[in-house]
């Protein structure tokens, strides 16, 4: 490529009447692939995000990696030997804290409140694990020695249950038989704590007693449901699980909080996917206009062709002009809308807020003004729908440059068609026309 080639690409950009301006179909083009770029990393940012905080959140209660003899929800025969089982699984180095822990479905009832439970006994009578004890908000962090449980807040505010209140827990308990079933069992307890995990699946169906209170409940004896393992690094939770099979042996199942959670985890992945796809569509859509663009270019610079042709411009040095308008549009376009979307996307938070305040702030005063009556403040993004503070964002850095690399390759492959029909121009019957 030689240094005219360059000057020439550049120059077609501006505009034919003012050469210190931009055309108008460059510019929108450029706007195209600028909006492209920046939709495709603030979205994806935020889906990003989003799935983070709740994965976040579901880790941060939920145990790492579960070990399980068999799956019978709390019912039947379970694991008997567990403290030395423990014991096994916290030799392994990646292991960080390895519970016993009961977890089966029920049903609590409060007066009148009826509703389907899902109810964990972990710790002992007198305390509780760390990882457990830090969501407590009111009431002591360990049971202490009482027989209590422990409620979400937003299942004590949706029912009006307070500390102190005495709730009844309904669980199947014993062996299946032919003739009766499962036989119900049913225990009265007082509310000693209210915790906030800030997952709202747990905190408004999840029951956390002692793990003795929960042996005596679902009448099991001295046997858990499984341990609950978390470990130091929670992008390792498959090579651990693999090594606790390998070590405590394989008639053991052991599941990751992926696994467990698969289908909340794939429908995240898919929707990402999903808007990934349709946002590119974007960008593609900006190729074909940069191919029109570039198509009326080459049909207003006939003459101009045919002069540099006549001057001594090869075919491919006519088509590397072209091609490089079609770069240089995916350069400015792509890189704009990169550095824009970043800083949007870091930013949003804030972005939000100000919305928020501008739209609270008018709509305020249009309620005043014309006497409209009492004015409900705005959420864009709900709380008690998304249940995450703020939108969560985060930035791959990957992800940003490839989607800026693909849409300067696309914007220079939209331009090699209208390129090679301009290299192909005779320049006697360009300018005859002329």
């Not at 989607?403 to 068609?417: G, K, M, N, P, S």
Request: some cysteine; aromatic content about 12%.
């Amino acid at each position: 490529m030689r240094l005219y080639e360059l000057f020439i690409g550049f120059r077609y950009l501006k505009s034919k009447k003012n050469q210190v301006s931009i055309s108008s179909n460059t510019l929108l083009s450029i706007f195209i692939v600028f909006l492209g770029v920046f939709i495709l990393i603030v979205v994806n940012s935020v889906m990003n995000g989003f799935q983070a905080a709740i994965k976040d959140k579901i880790l941060d209660i939920d145990s790492h990696v579960t070990v399980s003899k068999t799956y019978n929800g709390g019912t039947g025969a379970g694991i008997r030997h567990y403290q030395r089982l423990a014991k096994q699984i916290l030799a392994i180095p990646e292991v960080r804290s390895a519970d016993p822990i009961i977890q089966g479905q029920g049903i609590i009832r409060f007066r009148s409140f009826i509703s389907p439970v899902m109810i964990r006994g972990i710790g002992t009578m007198q305390s509780f694990p760390s990882d457990v004890r830090k969501f407590v908000r009111q009431g002591p962090k360990d049971p202490g020695g009482k027989a209590g449980v422990y409620i979400g807040e937003e299942m004590a505010r949706d029912n009006n249950i307070f500390l102190g209140d005495r709730i009844e827990l309904i669980v199947p308990k014993g062996q299946l038989a032919a003739s009766t079933g499962l036989v119900p069992g049913i225990g009265t307890f007082q509310v000693l704590g209210l915790f906030k995990t800030g997952y709202y699946d747990f905190d408004t169906k999840m029951v956390v007693m002692p793990l003795p209170l929960a042996q005596n409940l679902f009448e099991i004896g001295d046997s858990v449901w499984g341990i609950g393992v978390k470990i130091h690094d929670v992008y390792r939770m498959r090579d651990v699980a693999s090594m606790i099979r390998s070590t405590i042996g394989f008639h053991y199942m052991t599941l990751t909080a992926e696994e467990r959670n698969q289908n909340l985890f794939y429908a995240l992945r898919l929707e990402k996917l999903i808007m990934t796809i349709i946002l590119l569509l974007i960008i593609i859509s900006a190729g074909f206009t940069i191919m029109g663009t570039l198509v009326m270019v080459v049909m207003e610079k006939r003459k101009a062709v045919g002069i540099l042709k006549s001057m001594g411009a090869g075919p491919n040095s006519i088509m590397v002009i072209f091609v490089l308008e079609g770069f240089f549009i995916g350069v400015i376009g792509a890189l704009s809308g990169a550095v824009v979307g970043m800083a949007t996307a870091i930013n949003l938070g804030g972005i939000i807020q100000w919305i928020e305040d501008v739209v609270n702030s008018v709509a305020a005063y249009v309620y005043e003004l014309f006497d409209l009556g009492f004015f409900y403040h705005i959420n864009i993004v709900p709380r008690h729908v998304y249940y995450i503070e703020g939108i969560p964002t985060e930035v791959v850095p990957e992800f940003v440059v490839f989607i800026t690399v693909f849409a300067v390759f696309l914007c220079t492959v939209a331009a090699i068609f209208p390129a090679w029909n301009a290299s192909r121009m005779s320049p006697v019957e360009t300018i005859r026309y002329e």
